[in-house]
């Protein structure tokens, strides 16, 4: 079906969400045709540069010629090396020089993951800054802990936000390694041997060395992979995306638990003046962002199957079936994890607690916790510790079944305070109840981690903490 108008024409074709609705800017460039193409021509004209300087026959006008001409675009490689050499006659007998697609291709990829990582990581660094200040707020607040997703010992809201961290805190480290560890193609040839650059050299294998050190270092990075086949080993890739997936299984992680938290109205998500949560049901506050992270995290857990298989299945020197795989995998990788790290950082600027609401779960499960510092209590007091735990065990069964059967609150205070055996401790009971006597060492654990460990990591983006980010949901 066509359509007549032009404007229409995007309408009338699948556009991929990650770009048409979610993905920033500069991630949606960074795998853009425009970038692509551009690089491959940046890489020709290093690859023309190093090997004038080496002492191929290659002159300044061909190079500048070449320079001139670097915006103009088209399609696959020998369609770009075709029309360049058409835009630039002069210098058309040596654009591409011995090379073969990879040359670009290859070399092309690996500029983009790296700038991918380079886009990411300040990213990753302001969510972690973002809950690191939530965490300082809020770290002696007690809160209920879960075991099983039942009520356990008490935590604090920060010392949880500190678990949230340490898995973020894993992902920088392991992106910036990633990042650290790519290296780039280089100059190669067909198989890897160099042997069409050994010939151009007429057998000066230093030459050939000097030329991928040289064209290396133009790119902007500082070693290449000394052994390729046709291509750059496919457990890059797996290296590269294995620790986004990672990073979006943690973030499903935190989101999950906002989105269980939001359900007990102990914690919520950002909520515009006029968002609406629920098109049916206007009181709802549905934690809108935290779902999208969720939903977009487990696709890029997922997309980790394709480089895993792709690698697998490369026979000898190279295959062409990893090609239009990667094509949509890797890109893929980098604009949802972007997505979720600019949603994420959006959540966490503006997470709202309740401490009301907090303490009033904390009062109806703190007497069954508190029940072992009651009969230590009376111990001390001069109690038997056997009759003792037997009383608090019948209370504490009464006071249950008023709870699950009667649907009432927690009585076991009550119950304890009308039994004439614990007259002894009356006085204390408000002391023995203090929540902040049941977090144990949650503050002081949330001081040191930021401080050893969190703020330490974000040191080289500061200059970079004070983009804010808002959503359009």
Known sequence: YSCRNPALDDFMKYRSPLVSRYASKEMAYNFSDRKKFTTWRKLWIYLAKAEKALGLPITDAQVQEMENEERKLRHDVMAHVHTFAHCCPTAAPIIHLGATSCYVGDNTDLIMLRDGFDILLPKLARVIDRLANFAEKYADLPTLGFTHYQPAQLTTVGKRACLWLQDLVMDMRNLQRARDDLRFRGVKGTTGTQASFLQLFQGDHDKVEELDRMVTDMAGFKKSYLVT?????????????????????????????????????????????????????PYKRNPMRAERCCSLARHLVALLADPLQTASVQWLERTLDDSANRRISLPESFLTADIILTTLQNITEGLVVYPKVIE??????????????????????????????????????????????????????????????????????????????????????????????????????????????????
Request: glycine share 6%; proline share 5%; charged share 25%.
């Open 229 to 281: 086949g046709q291509t750059y080993s496919r457990k890059v890739d797996i290296d590269s995306l294995s620790c986004l997936a990672s990073m979006g299984a943690t973030i499903h992680k935190i989101c999950t638990d906002i989105r269980l938290l939001a359900n007990m109205k102990e914690i919520e998500e950002p909520f515009e003046k006029e968002q609406i949560g629920s098109s049916a049901m």
């Open 360 to 473: 009033r779960h904390i009062r109806h499960e703190l007497p069954f916790m508190a029940t072992e510092n009651l009969i230590m209590a009376m111990v001390k007091a001069g109690g038997n510790r056997q009759d003792c735990h037997e009383k608090i065990r019948v209370l504490s069964q009464q006071a249950a079944a008023v709870v699950k059967q009667e649907g009432g609150d927690n009585d076991l205070l009550v119950r304890v305070q009308a039994d004439p055996y614990f007259a002894p401790i009356l006085g204390q009971l408000d002391s023995l109840l203090d929540p902040k006597t049941f977090i144990g060492r949650a503050p002081q654990q949330v001081a040191r981690f930021l401080s050893e460990e969190v703020r330490p990591l974000l040191e080289p983006y500061k200059s970079k903490m004070d983009v804010k980010i808002e959503l359009e949901l």
